[in-house]
């Protein structure tokens, strides 16, 4: 009696170990038709009134315990935009004899990128990734490696997956993230590397570096993924260290909490898209 | 077949939650997992083929818009839970502690098979961020357990509604 029921349960075993390898082998096979499948369902709610007041609920909490931080940017902010009003007056000038002289020198006008904007659908629950998904696919002419930006060009981050109507990007704060940067001021090549606590450093400067704390860096020529002149990121503080080469912490300028509108970049792929 | 739509619509509640409220941030930063502690729940009071399906569900949603490598939500879920079911063979899952201890065993295995396939198939080291979620959840799974237990023994008729089965 014992043994047939021994014998029962491993049967039973067997059983469910053969379901779920059968089950596993589908749900591998299928992996796009159900991808795509899931994002269309959340496109169909996407201007769902209760699931839009999940989203502002949840920015109106984080907005209520950063209240403090929140308070201090803003007040640095001001201060920052005198300053900037006051340059940019200074830039008109050099504007204006910038036009002229590409006049007198009959130089073609600089064509932009072409952008397509796309909204953001959804990003990832988990918090591991930094993962998105726009409303936008190969339907539209996007294919994956495009990079994808804000409105001011500062870099959100790239697409990695392309289908019919959606696409699936990456942003920066994806771990691991790893971008050739340019310091605006003194052009000095770097790398923005994202570590283990989150944290974005400026890696491989030379001692000699004249990197000053809130120099702008933008994506460098060195990138194969990333388009030249993209905003990056800023430099907060410097790493004291002995070491031949310096290092930064920096504070990225892509800091919304939630967004849903995004801008991709059409004109460019990487070279290396075909690993994506 | 009430509670079975019931349980279904909380589930797909949770979930709708889960994805807009706790998913409206780019940034990574470790969060509460309400839909896996709402199936640790589901665990203990619905049968088999019910539940695996609910799995199935959160695993391939969460596949899709979790950014890691396609199958680590499914498999870590079914891993844990797999391991959950073994451990309601030898604790008697209608006692209080029981409940606790194998909860947090889910938990707890679910955040190390996250982490560990995370490891080998993407070559990302997430382990900060897995550690604090693990954390995190295992406290909330502990306060609402307590929370449930003296629910149902100060309103019975609440617990009835909301907690299908009493455990002692």
Not at chain 1, 173 to 191: D, R, Y
Not at chain 1, 212 to 233: M, Q, R, W, Y
Not at chain 2, 79 to 107: K, Q, V
Request: one cysteine or more.
């Amino acid at each position: 009696m014992k043994k047939a029921k021994i014998f029962q349960r491993l049967f039973i075993g067997v059983i469910i170990l053969i379901a779920l390898f059968f089950m596993f082998k589908i749900y591998f096979t299928n992996q796009n038709k159900l991808k795509v499948s899931s994002v269309s369902v959340f496109f169909e709610m996407k201007d769902n009134v209760f699931l839009n007041f999940f989203n502002q609920s949840s920015g109106w909490l984080n907005d209520l315990f950063h209240f403090n931080r929140i308070r201090y940017q803003t007040k640095n902010l001001e201060e920052e935009n005198v300053n900037l009003l006051f340059q940019l007056t200074q830039l008109k000038n050099l504007e204006e004899e910038n036009l002229s002289l590409k006049e007198a020198f009959n130089l073609k006008k600089e064509t932009g990128w072409h952008l397509l904007p796309a909204q953001v659908l959804l990003i990832d629950p988990t918090g591991f990734s930094g993962q998105f998904w726009i409303d936008q696919g190969q339907n539209s002419g996007l294919k994956s490696g495009m990079n994808v930006i804000l409105e001011n060009q500062v870099l959100v981050g790239i697409l990695k997956e392309c289908f019919k109507d959606y696409c699936r990007g990456e942003s920066i704060f994806a771990p691991q993230t790893k971008i050739g940067v340019e310091n605006l001021e003194s052009h000095v090549l770097a790398i923005l590397e994202k570590d283990n606590r989150g944290r974005y450093l400026l890696k491989l400067v030379p001692q000699e570096a004249n990197i000053k704390i809130g120099d702008l860096l933008v994506t460098s020529h060195e990138n194969t993924n990333f388009l030249k002149g993209l905003l990056v990121a800023k430099v907060k503080d410097i790493i004291p260290s002995s070491n031949v080469l310096k290092e930064y912490i920096l504070e990225p300028l892509f800091t919304k909490n939630q967004l849903s509108l995004v801008f991709v970049i059409t004109d460019f792929i990487p070279s290396n898209a075909a690993f994506y | 077949m009430p509670r079975f739509i019931k349980n279904g619509c909380l589930f797909f509640l949770i979930g709708l939650f889960q994805i807009y409220f706790e998913g409206g941030s780019f940034f990574i930063r470790p969060i509460i997992d309400f839909l896996l502690i709402f199936l640790i729940f589901s665990f203990f009071d619905f049968p088999f083929f019910y539940f695996v399906l609910l799995l199935l569900v959160r695993g391939f949603i969460f596949d899709t818009l979790s950014g890691l490598a396609w199958g680590t939500n499914l498999f870590s879920l079914f891993f844990s839970f797999g391991i959950g079911f073994f451990l309601t063979r030898l604790l008697e899952s209608d006692n209080f502690f029981s409940r606790i201890i194998i909860g947090e065993s889910i938990i707890n295995l679910y955040f190390l098979a996250l982490f560990l396939l995370n490891l080998f198939l993407s070559h990302s080291n997430l382990w900060l961020i897995i550690l604090i979620d693990a954390l995190i959840n295992s406290v909330v799974y502990l306060v609402l357990m307590m929370l449930g237990r003296k629910i149902r023994t100060c309103l019975p008729s609440v617990g009835r509604t909301f907690f299908l089965a009493s455990p002692r």
